[in-house]
């Protein structure tokens, strides 16, 4: 079996299992140089257990690493308590209905609530949030993203969105907007199987994208895509194909910014192929970041990326170019401070 490269684990974010991360993680993490890790909710139980976490991965880093969290607001919290924890995306856009001036008043209380729990991740090292949430809530009944949209007005989801991204930047936070290029018309949940979106061209340019380019104006610093078909436009998985990425993430809302995956871990890409061929897909396609959920997937991918690269399935150039993104990103970030929360 090919042994994974240094050069492959820089595309990858994984997770580490219980409140700290073990010896066989932290020599996994540094053996492979991996771009850094994400939280889940067993990682947070304890908040000074996980500043000491963080402390100990980044020691074990040979430069910053990510310390990406889903800290969405409401359900979507892996962090809980205040004052980190903080409403849904769709508690604040309910009170930004009726107008102008309603939308202003909502997006002061979410400013407020937002720039706090953004101040205690800082504080506790995290450096990357995974959000805003840029899907709008196109469908009439509940899905994945049930409370997690600032909405179906691409116009009051543009502002908290932009609203999002500038807290972030005040606080050293890097941000990713999610789903590219919509997740708001798919009625499946990707964590349990392939859905599809009917999404047309003049819909996405007209509202799916909207609140994306109004992220990235604000400057956000990277871009997630999700596991999806969108038809109209490709019979691959959004994650697996080129010509999405290309035509509606790259020429549409930004060529520079870092692009992760969702989830590798999730049902949905089960069902469309093996494992080694989503790997050398989704980094073929323009992904320049691969997330997993656990150490096993995270060696599994490692090991499918590195031969993927001596088959030639995924170019050198592609690998270099995906490098240069995630160290731009990179250097968005603060350097941790580690002061008590």
């Keep these: ?112 609530d937002f720039a706090a729990a953004a101040q205690y991740l800082a504080d506790l090292g995290v450096n990357f949030l995974l959000g805003p949430v840029c899907d709008l809530k ?41 789903h590219a290029p919509g997740l708001g018309r798919v009625s499946t949940d990707p964590h349990e199987k392939l859905g599809a979106s009917a999404m047309s061209l003049e819909q996405f340019e007209n509202v799916d994208s909207l609140p994306f380019k109004a992220g990235v104006a604000a400057g956000a610093d990277s871009l997630m895509s999700s596991h999806f078909l969108a038809p109209k436009f490709d019979d691959m998985p959004v994650t ?26 999730m049902g949905a890409l089960s069902q469309f192929g093996s494992f080694d061929k989503i790997v050398a897909q989704c980094v073929g396609a323009g992904h320049d970041l691969l997330l997993t959920r656990d150490l096993q997937t995270a060696k599994l991918g490692l090991a499918a990326l590195d031969r993927a690269l001596e088959s030639g399935d995924v170019s050198r150039q592609r690998l270099s170019e995906a490098q240069s993104r995630i160290n731009r990103l990179k250097r968005k970030t603060s350097a941790p401070t580690f002061r008590k929360p």
């Excluded at 010896?23 to 139980?45: M, P, R, S, T, Y």
Aim: charged share 25%; net charge negative; with cysteine.
């Design 240 to 265: 697996c194909s080129n010509k999405i990425i290309k035509e509606l993430i790259r020429n549409t809302l930004s060529d520079s910014l870092a692009l992760l995956s969702d989830d590798l871990n």
């Design 1 to 112: 079996m090919l042994k994974a490269s240094p050069a492959a684990g820089s595309l990858f974010l994984t997770a580490y299992s219980g409140q700290s991360p073990s010896i066989e993680f932290l020599k996994f993490l540094d053996k492979n140089c991996l771009a850094g890790i994400v939280l889940f909710a067993d990682n947070c139980q304890n908040h000074a257990t996980l500043k000491d976490s963080i402390l100990c991965i980044q020691e074990h880093s040979d430069n910053q690493a990510l310390i990406a969290i889903d800290q969405e607001g409401g359900r979507v919290c892996r962090l809980r308590g205040s004052p980190v924890e903080y409403r849904s995306a769709a508690e604040y856009a309910a009170l930004a209905e009726g107008g102008p001036e309603a939308l202003q008043r909502a997006l002061k209380v979410y400013e407020k």
């Design 138 to 178: 196109l469908w009439n009944r509940e899905t994945a993203l049930e409370g997690r949209t600032f909405g179906s007005d691409p116009d009051v989801a543009s502002e908290f969105v932009k609203t999002t991204v500038r807290i972030c930047a005040e606080h050293g936070l890097a941000c990713c907007l999610k």
